[in-house]
């Protein structure tokens, strides 16, 4: 039989296309994990249907989902349906995370957390740095760009290909964020603590051409939003330059603990049991 809280404690991810997300994996597995009766679903919803999703969900003012997460290319149409987006979400203009709350839709933004999370975890003192490196320009590089900020980060350099994307979010936050084309790195990349990863270069075991890491700090650390393979092919080579290196499933991971707590009330934990599940899941399609 089902417990009736299974089909009450209900939970999403919406996304076009959603077959991919590993999110309700995450979620079941915590759910599981924590003995809370719940569930948490991928529905695939259209550009097109968006909007009249977002008006049912908040008619019914979650006596039908708790709330959810939301992926590409619905985080800027969940911001602005919206009733209380925190600070994070309003800085961005976007929401990967929504709950109510006294029938009120609130929304925030986790990516930036995710990504601060993980390099936390994986590589303490991270952040004595002063300088960084921020490859691509798209949502992703956003919320990262906001996050390194709010850490005290004084110097972002941003490389894109297109540099007005580039120059369109060093005019948005403001001081010390430098927008660059991909040609500047060899320049500035001396002396900085980090270098970021957030464009699709590397993705599904794409190559990627020769990133000389060697005028970086030597206690710099490198990192990748892609995380299909583990080891791209940018953190490959950083570690045989001899740089720590930071793979990007536990943001992955780790953006999912702010939501998994507003809806079910316990804060779950990221732990190997969880990475190796995931890793399992990824070799296995
Ligand atoms: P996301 O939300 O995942 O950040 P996005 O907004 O589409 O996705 O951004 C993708 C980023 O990857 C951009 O910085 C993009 O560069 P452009 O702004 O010039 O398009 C970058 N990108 C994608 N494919 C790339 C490629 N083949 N070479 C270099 N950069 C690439």
Redesign the pocket.
């Known amino acids: 039989m089902v417990d009736s809280r299974e089909t009450v404690n209900k939970a999403f991810v919406i996304g076009f296309p959603i077959k991919h997300s590993r999110s309700p994996l995450i979620h079941s597995h915590w759910l599981k994990k924590m003995n809370i009766l719940g569930s948490y679903t991928a529905i695939s919803v259209q550009p097109n249907d968006i909007d009249s999703f977002f008006e049912e969900l908040k008619l019914n003012k979650g006596s039908d989902y708790l709330g959810g997460n939301i992926t590409?290319p619905h985080k800027e149409k969940a911001f602005k349906w919206a009733d209380a987006p925190d600070e994070i979400a309003e800085e961005l203009g976007a929401a990967n995370t929504i709950w109510f709350d006294d029938g009120k839709l609130k929304a925030t933004n986790t990516d930036g957390f995710g990504f601060l999370a993980n390099i936390d975890q994986a590589a303490k003192d991270w952040d004595k740095t002063s300088k960084a490196i921020v490859l691509?320009?798209?949502?992703?590089?956003r919320a990262i760009i906001q996050a390194l900020r709010h850490r005290g980060i004084s110097e972002i350099h941003v490389l894109?290909?297109?540099v007005a994307?580039a120059q369109e979010l060093a005019d948005r936050f403001g001081d010390r964020i430098y927008a660059h084309s991909f040609d500047a790195l060899p320049e500035v990349i001396k002396d900085a603590g980090l270098f970021v990863n957030?464009?699709?270069?590397g993705m599904n075991g794409s190559p990627v051409n020769f990133i000389d890491f060697s005028e970086m700090d030597e206690a710099a650390v490198v990192t990748d939003i892609v995380y299909v393979p583990l080891q791209t092919a940018i953190l490959k080579m950083a570690a045989e330059q001899g740089f720590k290196t930071v793979d990007g499933l536990g943001m992955l991971l780790h953006q999912a603990v702010p939501g998994f707590e507003k809806w079910f009330g316990k804060r779950p934990v990221v732990d190997n049991e969880l990475r190796n599940m995931i890793i399992a899941d990824m070799e296995n399609h």
């Open positions: 590409i691509g320009a798209g949502g992703a590089s894109n290909r297109t994307r957030t464009t699709s270069l």
